[in-house]
């Protein structure tokens, strides 16, 4: 279909040419919260769609000091070295509170942020997880249809934003510390059943600590049912500082990737990620709508107080706020 | 306000009298999908809220074999001794499979279920755990108005059930079983960071394993942030079959739900509680609204046919399937 101005469409040609000008103003629009912004940020996914679709999404986690950027930097650049194109996203909790923590200082990847052939967006700003996280999944494809044909999706190794970035790429690589209390962190947060890929960085500190650290993961994994029956979750030694199997852990990511693509793993994979961000998608702006309602909001504070008061069973109260928003039990069963 | 009906009336009066038939056919009531039914299950809760509140509302958790039947009967026994009524509910997500496999067998139970002092209601069926979830919550408040003093809502230890039974009771007790693979379970999961109290059941079959499994439950207790700076989560030792620990276990339940309520926090917690219902309730009844409206159904088809040949994107999609359902964007904000 037309897009809506000419602005617009020179967004998307300067997007399918690879610009970082057009490309950036395009993510802004994308990160922006106003309606007519969100309107033509969603055409314009649409139709960079059938452009995108064809890099290798890889997930990196791993808990704040294990060295995640100087990682992401070192593996970028060996990918660059390949003849790759990188994109480097993030999804970041705190970025709500604090503005951006992570990728918020592109000095941090100093070398990989400077060259052409890759491009460093920090995690959008102001937003609640689950806004950050479907801002970066539209990223995905955006940077795409411009061209990167290997986009890392970089998260904290807290909370829940593991859950959102396993679901929006296609292989999710965990980094761990050597030092036996801090995998116990991974385990306590359910993040290791996420991973496709473990490893244990900064492993030229104490070598002796990480051959540990490495044994103790291989048990952990052991306990733990795994992803694919054909797939055991490699734990690895990496140092992004001496280079120490980074490309190792590129391959391993290939290998696997290369694996689900071979039998039709990977699409079937993306289909439903597809299908689970549609229904995440209408949920959220159901939540949106409801609660900007203009009868709802008049309502609320009565409502809300009547249930601190103990006056109004919650239920009770749900049901007088979904009445004055015109959703009615009776009315959606006889329709 | 006035009831429905003369049948309601008489519901109302039986619960507060403590009737066991007008009891069940209440909750039955609840359970109940079907939007009329639903319509007069709200309306009674609403009007039996004032005199709920009472009781002690105790949540308990464990893997399957740890033998929570067995305890919760022995703990509920020694209630009925001091003169206590109780009450057993259960959070089961399977039941949406089976038909409910937790209590859903009351030979478990035999003597407990046998006494007048004690009810015990299986897991609701057919339901998804967010149905089941708000139902127990809904019968909370039923067998309080009904005179309960102390209500033991149980579920397993798999999944996030656990998450939704925290959120409907004061206190969250986790049993574990005294061998090493088995806490990790509970680690793994997140559950354990929900626990206030703990105990190492079957203690009696093996004391020099339940030993171990104490202390090595404290060192990970320590691991994590505490919920309260004032309690430091117990470990017990406890054995329902020869009957060591359950009297500790109920001091140390009662210990902390006395703090609390001392102090006001128990009133706050409860109050949070019910804020979070009342937000639950409306998201879950939006969403059944919206995947029930005609106009949805009838673009569903296509538009989900199109996001998983990759010819839509899936916020593109959504955006769809919203305008459908007559929710827009734009209009919202211009309200």
Known sequence: QALRSDADQRLYDGVLRGELR???KTITL??????????????LIQVLLPHAGHAVRLGISGVPGVGKSTFIEALG???IEAGHRVAVLAVDPSSSVSGGSILGDKTRMERLSQDPRAFIRPSPAGQSLGGVAERTREAILVVEAAGYDVVIVETVGVGQSETAVANMTDVFALLQL?????ELQGIKKGIMELADVIAVNKADVDAKAAARAKSQLEVALHLMRPTYPDWRVPVLLTSARTGEGVAEFWDTVMRLWQMLADDGRLAAKRQRQAQAWLWEAIDAELKRWFRAHPNVRAALPDVEGSVAAGRSAPIWAARQLLAAAGIDRMRQHKE
Chains 1, 2 share one sequence.
């Not at 994308?30 to 055409?43: G, L």
């Not at 050597?178 to 801090?182: H, I, R, S, T, W």
Request: net charge negative.
């Open 77 to 79: 650049l060996h990918l």
């Open 178 to 182: 050597p030092n036996a209390g801090d």
């Open 22 to 24: 057009a490309l950036a």
């Open 30 to 43: 994308i990160e922006s919260q106003r309606p007519d912004h969100r309107a033509r940020a969603e055409q």
